[in-house]
């Protein structure tokens, strides 16, 4: 995951959640840089970067209707 205010590309693997305790914490996916330096990341903010900013060419995201489901 490509993060603009760093200009740094993340590594996301499922293995690595972490939840933490606290205001306005919760689930956070753990990103590793290209240094090895880890940054935690809400969910939320992975998806709407992976989202609003253009992917390698290869790399395909899926998202699914959440309305879809609740029909």
């Known amino acids: ?3 603009p ?3 740094k590309v993340y590594t996301m693997a499922f293995s690595n959640c972490q939840f933490y305790l606290g205001k306005d914490n919760g689930w956070m996916l753990i990103g590793e840089d290209e240094d090895g330096e880890l940054e935690p990341f809400s969910p939320a903010l992975c998806f709407e970067l992976i989202i609003n900013i253009p992917q390698d060419s290869g790399d395909q995201i899926n998202a699914e ?3 879809k489901g609740q029909q």
Do not use: Q, R
Request: aromatic share 12%; charged share 45%.
């Open 65 to 67: 209707d959440e309305k």
């Open 1 to 3: 995951m490509y993060l």
């Open 5 to 7: 205010d760093t200009n």
